[in-house]
């Protein structure tokens, strides 16, 4: 595709709920990152994808939060049993190689957990 | 470890002003550098990176930013502040020994342009 896309744009849970956040990247590009974005502040750092392989997930803050790839395109970020401190926007990054250093950022996900 | 500072979490220029945008890194190695632009409601863009090359980069939008080791700065300029830059700016750094190439964001930095 033309850029990164992700899905849904905003997505509204209540505490306790499942979420699935979508992202599709740039058709091609072997890296694949997440990050979350709290309001006011810049985004960190979650898990890192190269193709299928998940090689770093060093910033997922807890055992609720899954990543994954499977056919080294598309990924899912999922975050079980959803509390308020989960609030914030999920964006989606993509690279073409794996030195690549420009990396292209979808719109974001925008969770809100009531 | 790596880290960027913004200092000024709000900057606030009148149109046709200078703009200036600060930022530190902290980095045990030589860094790669980047400055983003978001707008409300968007993702993250590129406005221009630093991978070690000349240390004056000019990005898109008429921004630039020049990287000075001895002050481990990348500050982000531009001449003169149109009403589209108001934004939120982010400063990032990243390893270029890793293999992941990920960033580390600084808090970022709300640009006003007054008329």
């Known amino acids: 595709g033309a850029g990164v896309s992700q899905s849904p744009r905003y997505k509204v849970a209540k505490r306790g709920q499942d979420v699935a956040l979508r992202c599709d990247p740039i058709s091609g590009h072997v890296s694949l990152f997440w990050y979350q974005q709290a309001l006011g502040q810049g985004p960190e750092f979650l898990t890192y994808f190269q193709n299928e392989a998940q090689l770093d997930k060093s910033g997922l803050p807890s055992d609720r939060f899954f990543a994954e790839r499977p056919e080294g395109s598309v990924s899912t970020l999922k975050i079980q049993r959803t509390q308020q401190e989960d609030s914030a926007v999920y964006l989606c990054?993509?690279?073409?190689?794996?030195?690549?250093?420009?990396?292209?950022f979808g719109e974001g996900s925008w969770l809100t957990v009531v | 470890a790596q880290s960027v500072t913004q200092l000024g979490s709000h900057v606030s220029v009148s149109e046709g002003a200078l703009v200036l945008l600060r930022c530190n890194y902290s980095s045990s190695v030589p860094p790669y550098l980047f400055w983003y632009v978001q707008y409300p409601n968007q993702g993250l863009q590129l406005l221009l990176k630093?991978?070690?090359?000349?240390?004056l980069v000019k990005g898109i939008n008429g921004f630039e930013a020049e990287f000075k080791k001895s002050e481990t700065s990348f500050h982000l300029t531009k001449p003169s502040a149109h009403m589209s830059d108001a934004a939120e700016y982010f400063c990032?750094?990243?390893?270029?020994?890793?293999?992941?190439?990920?960033?580390?964001f600084g808090s970022g930095t709300q640009l006003t342009v007054l008329p």
């Open positions: 990054a993509s690279s073409r190689t794996i030195s690549g250093n420009t990396i292209y």
């Open positions: 630093y991978t070690s090359a000349a240390t």
């Open positions: 990032a750094v990243s390893d270029p020994s890793g293999s992941a190439r990920q960033l580390t």
